[in-house]
């Protein structure tokens, strides 16, 4: 657990970032006929890797589901930089942007393994919601997993 | 509505087969980088072709599940004839094989449009499953389903 | 062919933007386990838009890759305001910011039909790439199109 | 490497099937509305399975294309015993299939890591087609390396 560089065009990264690396690999499913990863598809590794995030935290995100509370996408977005071509192998770095307040927001680095290059860069919200659907302030739980990854950076 | 000319040769299509027709085009997230739309992808298509069966006969799928019946898919087979491309439009025939007993099946012919050529056939086997995932038999409303696509057959 | 009406959040709408409106339905593949379509979908739908769009004004996606350029997306956004849920008809509306130069940037709304609530909104930015992956200025039959386009706003 | 206990019911695993073990987890965009995984979605483990297969006798599929074959799906077919949920672990297990002459047939079994429980079986067919889009007999190199499958069975 390092913090990532400063000086993303995307976002502040700022001094409190900690992340999780993760790796994929990208099938041929996922390409498109100009030979590339399809963009919607970034999403899935962002997935992946806010998913490994917290589960590297010691709290699935499922456990996190079983307690009644979702964290649905209110938004997301990602830069390409260069295209990723089939059986490449990525590194899904992911960072929690303790910046925000009331929710969550997940920032992703993409590398391409086999020469470090950036491939993408992007991040997702997720407000707390409760069973019924409505926004909550995020339990006590879930902000003893965000001072933990805070003390831990 | 009208039968399917016999002579598949995945399975007896036979004298009872009821069919809707629905159209799909090819889109670039449908593509891989050999430049096809990848095979997964037709089970999307037959998805799309049994759904609008169902709807024809006025008995939406979502309807099925509000009333407590679910359809989960327990074998799935795809024949792939000949490639199917970007922005290519598809002819999605579906049948319901009234051959099957205390479950559904349904078979798939898709064809290009642009000049009408076998591009793949298939079918989905479905049990009738109640909302504690048991398998059940087919409740009256759906009993009466089959023989209003049998009576318009 | 009308202007969107102006506020949109995301973005600068203006008073040139001119749109193609196009329906999709929630297929059950798109769906999550939170009962929802799962978010990196909304993008195929935003494919879908914006390949009407072009359509609509008389030239194929597929026909701008078969003169040898490529318009690879270079950024993707959605901003998710309501959930939409399996067998709902979306509306994509899909508007050319002509603010833009040297590329393309798409912006999306998407309605649920039954009511008109505004489920999403997004953009995706396209440089023009040449078959060598070379960033190019836009052609001339681009251009005509964008010309095109205003015209007709 | 060792042989598949026999007794399959979809297709005669047979004396000569050697496999590939590899592990994915089931992520939200994978799961549908019911909970559990997508049907369609079993395709891309069932070729996650078999480009590892292909890798771990040292060539990778990526490397045949670069060769100039190409090994299109002419069939897929699935049978789902048991849901499969979100953020479950899969085993893939993938065979080569050497009864079959002219081109690949690769056999699959998923299991749930958790309890060892059989999700799901099935195969896929693949002929050897060259860049012309012709089906060919499999060059030397997969006559090769379909031999020391066999050796190392």
Redesign the interface.
């Known amino acids: 657990m390092q913090p990532i560089s400063c000086g993303s065009i995307i976002c502040d990264w700022g001094s409190h970032m900690f992340y999780n690396k993760t790796s994929c690999r990208v099938?041929?499913?996922d390409?498109?006929?100009?030979?590339?990863a399809?963009?919607?598809?970034y999403?899935?590794w962002f997935?992946?890797g806010r998913?490994e995030l917290l589960r590297s935290f010691g709290l699935?995100?499922?456990a996190i589901e079983e307690k009644g509370i979702?964290l649905?996408?209110?938004?997301?977005?990602?830069?390409?930089f260069i295209?990723i071509?089939?059986?490449d192998t990525l590194i899904v770095e992911t960072g929690l942007d303790n910046g925000v307040k009331g929710g969550f927001k997940f920032n992703y680095r993409l590398h391409r393994e086999s020469d470090n290059q950036l491939v993408a860069e992007g991040y997702?919200k997720h407000p707390c919601v409760n069973g019924e659907?409505k926004v909550v302030r995020p339990p006590q739980f879930l902000l003893d997993l965000i001072a933990k990854i805070k003390d831990l950076g």
């Not at 390409?31 to 590339?36: L, Q």
Request: one cysteine or more.
């Open positions: 099938i041929y499913g390409t498109d006929r100009m030979g590339y399809y963009h919607a598809h999403f899935r997935e992946i998913t699935s995100y499922k979702f649905p996408v209110s938004e997301a977005n990602c830069k390409y295209p071509r089939y059986d997702t659907g």
